[in-house]
């Protein structure tokens, strides 16, 4: 089999599709067909893309939080907790790295422990253990649209269960799954498995049902923005082949305001245009400004502040919907009383800001949006070049070639030369740009921000300062 | 007993089972590297077999075993055993990161992981320094002893 | 006795001195030699005004948090909790209500009951009860500058035990105390104990000890900034007549953030031009911007984005000082854990911000703050008008006419006419000017902004609008 | 018993003590003004004498007392019996506000102020349209019973 950003064709898809439903003998009870009725019986509300598009319309911020509990009537009596006492508008299911990673037989017995127990042996939600029959009582139970949190390598079996139980999108794609969720297994082999996934979201989008996906490109932890989004856009333009409509382009703030508000301009603008030129025009595009994902403070005083910082952030780019960590997020699965309470921090925020209308300073946002443009732009035309005009192969190629790269990738095919450090501002630069295709303007830019705080402490900023940087934001400082 | 001359130990770091957090033990190995260990680091996604092959093949001190994703319990248990049967009879066992979803009490955990043999138990806010000081010393009797 | 804004001569202040230290066995213990020498024995550190004066120089926004505590031991505890554990920039006393009105009989027996029962039966620190002895150890544990918070019409004898005992500022000046805590006092006798007040501390002043005085004007609780602005600058100068020459120019910010942060602006503008224009110039403006003072959320979750959110505009205004409520404002006086984890709350987001030097949208202040400043010059015009050009005078006279004015006061001199509501934004703007002296320009840029907001919800705005605003905040949203 | 016809009753209103809340006050008379009752309204830092004597002279229904400073205790102890002595056998107590500092049982602050004779006390989330179906219903048997 030979890598290529084509759409899957009709005789190839079927064919996997029986292979990937044999995985696991709930994937018995996935049927297309009656899996697309269900949607159909959904009320519009409870679909995710909708409910975003009405959010972009009305320039509201939506918010939600991660959650996952492994038995379904404590997930359930969890999220309706959230739906009621926290105000959330959307919701999702982390499912469990057991299930994440195919050990769906360890999976199983870690719930039939949770459930014996009473403990919650597992960190998420064994979906593929409960089967469309368990899972849709879930769905009928909450009255928000609800969407798969499952940034795995193979998911593939989790998003036939989980679109035929009425998860209305998924989350994951495959430059996080890469960098961030496995050690030895090639890109093509992902990128491949998540065509699977785009192609099945097609799938139901095609008769009606639209269904969402949602892109990180890799993670923002002290990483500058331009490389993950160049990853998220690649991804992006993969899903969009295979029939995806609906996209929301996720990333991680990361703590100063302005480089996070200008990050959403050029990832917002970005998407639409390289979709737009490559050939998908009818599809939409919303953000997701999801909390720092990093160390968080141990002080749940000090949590709410990053959180509601997040938000702030998301408010001021208008991003239509913002993920919210907790206060418990140093420590352990939230409690729901927790869980609910940070969604009522940043809602509070949310509506006390939304007909304000704040614009943060401009001009700044306006420079930071330049360089970071120039800089993903970049990159994602030599990524397709690489490709000769195929996102796919090209993403491969420039992994291997370090031209797409993350600093804290866990597999052995990302090169992790590049590394972030924040600049005086807090602002994250690069201090090794490693094999990224800049030009002579953008690494100045960064070697200036970075002297700028090599004056400031008197120090030359190195690998210690990488570790100090990281556990900043834990620290209460930037 | 090293098997480089130069260092005060040789160890092997690894993150167990399906558990993807590396940021903790990069940091971990960053310290230890910088206090003269010798570090054989295996990444994420360890299995028990991985950790000791390796042992065994750097003749290793210590294995530093990282998990956050909660699930230590199910990955843990029985590594002890596995070290014996391969021959490691006084390798250190380490094992730090969040090792149990709403953890009440540490005390229970680190009992709970004693008992599965492991010889120190680190909860998430422990200093490196400490880890430091403690395999010196570890390092130091198990050199004496053998 | 004719009131006038003339510095009290020594003969009329020392004869004053005795009859005020003779109200209560305790005044007898304030010598102000002594005093001076234990001022001079304090490290500099602890001097509340030197301390804002750094954090001005640096545009750094230092943070406190309120508390008044009845026994010693508890609130010396409780105060270095808040000073170890909270992080707290520096610290103050709420004195207790009965104190406040004079009552020193019964709030000896509060304390009393405070002891015996180890419940808080005061509302506050009943300085007078304690005495220089019992409250200088209080300041001697505490390695942070102490100011005195007391809001009420007749400081005098707190004021001189407080300052004897080593608290370096005092809040509180003749328009709040009249506007919020007195019911039948004339204006003429609440300014004239404050000319004592604030020649007391001109005194010290003279002496090298350097007493910090705060001014808010009246409460900002939707009420439009002008009109208190103006009532704070009379205050100042009225202090600064006095030999006061460290001035906290305080105000209650209100949830729009545009609007607070052009508050800012305007205040210290005007402030510093009038005080310079009457001949006052050798003094020292810092500013303190206060979280919302009206109802709160009952929410500890909300409760924290109410406190970040008003953290963030002292921020955003590079404001010296932010003074914060805390999660349990709704309910009753904090515990010290409460108060801790608001003021690190606080501290994560202030230092998290310190070097971003976020600007907000500077043309949206600007034009904020261009007709709160044309109105606030009105204003303060028209009181020295009134008084030809005596502060004093004028003031009384103004706020007899409704020059001056405050919807929510409970004394009887005031007016009462004018009327805030929110705008579409939440800005709060005049519904009713009473007395107020606008030109055109400024009734129909209030007219409009109201129209807006009218328009949007497609009915009048009227009392109920006031009633349903005024609980806006504490349903968490504007 | 009411001294204009065409209200629902009288009601004398203030803030007791040395308390200078006005707020809450301003709300609840705003409120039963237009349920239809008649307002004497006292405003801050009203003493006991000064409500019962707006009450005698007014012929009132009820007194309705506000409290958020903490200091409810102290103020409003006596107040019962002071009323008695100056003949208002029949007035009606209401107490509302933030009463104890330091409340940890809503129960307990309530038993404390009727055993100091106040016929209702309200916790401070207490919906206004209760309070007017109070007064309702406690004027009318009133009204019956005199
Ligand atoms: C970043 C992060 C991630 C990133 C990881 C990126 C990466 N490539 O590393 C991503 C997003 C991928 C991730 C995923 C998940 N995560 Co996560 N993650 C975190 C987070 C925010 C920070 C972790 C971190 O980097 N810490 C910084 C390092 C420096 O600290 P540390 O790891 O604790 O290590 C220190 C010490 O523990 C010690 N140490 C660690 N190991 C060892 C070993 C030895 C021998 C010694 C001596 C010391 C030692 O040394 C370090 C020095 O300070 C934490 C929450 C937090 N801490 O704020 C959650 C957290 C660890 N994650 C959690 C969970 C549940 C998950 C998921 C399972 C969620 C899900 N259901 O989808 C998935 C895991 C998927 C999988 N297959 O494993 C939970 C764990 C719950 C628990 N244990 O009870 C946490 C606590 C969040 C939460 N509140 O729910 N996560
Ligand atoms: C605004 C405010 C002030 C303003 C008041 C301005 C003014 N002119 O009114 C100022 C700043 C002056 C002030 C001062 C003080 N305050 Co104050 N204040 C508040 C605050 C923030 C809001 C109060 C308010 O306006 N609420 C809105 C109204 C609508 O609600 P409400 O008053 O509760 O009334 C409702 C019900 O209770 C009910 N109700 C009220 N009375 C009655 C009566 C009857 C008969 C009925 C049926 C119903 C009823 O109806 C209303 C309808 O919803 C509260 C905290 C909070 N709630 O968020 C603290 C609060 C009430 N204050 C408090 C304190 C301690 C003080 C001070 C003593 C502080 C000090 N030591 O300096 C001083 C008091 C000085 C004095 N002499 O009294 C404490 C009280 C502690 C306690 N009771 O345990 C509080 C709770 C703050 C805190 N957490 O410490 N305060």
């Not at chain 1, 029959?133 to 989790?158: F, H, S, W, Y």
């Not at chain 1, 370090?402 to 600049?423: E, H, I, L, W």
Request: proline share 3%.
């Amino acid at each position: 089999m030979k890598l290529k950003n084509k759409k899957l064709n009709d005789e190839e898809f079927s064919q996997e599709r029986k292979q990937v439903l044999a995985t696991w003998p709930t994937g018995a009870e996935v049927n297309l067909g009656e899996g697309i009725a269900f949607h159909r019986s959904m009320p519009p509300h409870k679909n995710f893309a909708l409910k975003l598009l009405q959010a972009r319309d009305t320039k509201t911020t939506l918010i939600r939080c991660e959650s996952g509990i492994p038995t379904l009537d404590e997930f359930s009596s969890y999220l309706r907790y959230l739906q009621n006492e926290g105000q959330a508008d959307l919701l999702g299911s982390h499912i469990d790295s057991l299930t994440r990673n195919q050990r769906y037989q360890e999976a199983e017995r870690g719930l039939q422990e949770s459930v014996q127990t009473g403990k919650w042996v597992l960190n998420g939600f064994p979906i593929v253990a409960h089967g469309v029959a368990g899972t849709r009582k879930l769905i009928e139970e909450i009255d928000l649209p609800m969407m798969l949190r499952n940034p795995c390598v193979d998911q593939r079996l989790v998003a036939e269960i989980g679109f035929a139980s009425g998860y209305t999108g998924t989350s994951g794609d495959p430059t996080m799954a890469l960098c961030h969720y496995s050690r030895n297994i090639p890109f093509e082999d992902v990128i491949r498995k998540y065509q699977y996934v785009y192609r099945l979201m097609g799938y139901y989008t095609e008769r009606g049902i639209p269904l969402i996906a949602s892109f990180l490109g890799g993670f923002a932890i002290l990483c500058p923005f331009s490389v993950v989004m160049a990853g998220s856009i690649s991804a992006a333009i993969i899903a969009a082949e295979q029939g995806v409509k609906n996209f929301s382009m996720a990333f991680n703030t990361q703590g100063n305001v302005v480089q996070d508000v200008a990050a959403s301009v050029v990832l917002r603008k970005l998407t639409k245009e390289y979709l737009d030129t490559l050939g998908y025009q009818d599809v939409e595009i919303t953000l997701d400004m999801t909390i720092w994902s990093g160390q968080f403070p141990d002080d749940e005083f000090s949590a709410s502040t990053v959180i509601n910082l997040g938000v702030f952030a998301a408010v001021a780019a208008k991003s239509e919907l913002t993920t919210v960590k907790t206060i418990e997020e140093s420590k352990t699965i939230p409690t729901r009383e927790a869980s609910a309470g940070s969604l009522r921090l940043g809602k509070t925020l949310i509506n006390i800001l939304k007909k304000q209308d704040l614009q943060l300073d401009v001009q700044a946002v306006a420079t930071e949006a330049k360089m970071l443009e120039m800089e993903t732009r970049l990159i994602v035309n030599k990524i397709l070049d690489l490709g000769n005009g195929d996102a796919a192969v090209g993403l491969v190629k420039a992994t291997a070639s370090g031209v797409f790269d993350n600093p804290f990738a866990t597999s052995q095919y990302v090169q992790c030369k590049v590394r972030g450090v924040r600049d005086y501002q807090g602002a994250v630069r690069y201090l090794d740009r490693g094999n990224l295709p800049f030009n002579q303007e953008i690494i100045q830019f960064h070697q200036e921000k970075i002297a700028e705080r090599e004056k400031a402490e008197g120090k030359k900023l190195d690998y210690q300062t990488i570790i100090d940087d990281l556990a900043s934001i834990s620290k209460c400082r930037i | 007993m090293n098997n480089t001359q130069n260092t005060k130990g040789t160890l092997v770091t690894g993150v167990i089972g399906e558990d993807v957090h590396i940021v903790g033990i990069r940091s971990v190995e960053y310290a230890l590297r910088q206090a003269g260990f010798n570090i054989v680091s295996l990444g994420i996604q360890v299995s028990q077999e991985e950790f000791i092959n390796a042992a065994v093949e750097t003749n290793a001190d210590a294995i530093l075993v990282s998990s956050l994703g909660g699930h230590s319990k199910i990955w843990v248990a029985g590594l002890r055993e596995k070290c014996e049967e391969a021959g490691l009879d006084h390798v250190l066992l380490y094992l730090g990161g969040k090792l149990i979803i709403g953890e009440t009490n540490w005390e229970d955990s680190e009992q709970l992981f004693k008992e599965m043999g492991v010889d120190r138990v680190y909860p998430p806010d422990i200093k490196l320094a400490k880890v430091i000081e403690d395999l010196e010393n570890d390092c130091k009797r198990k050199g004496e002893a053998s």
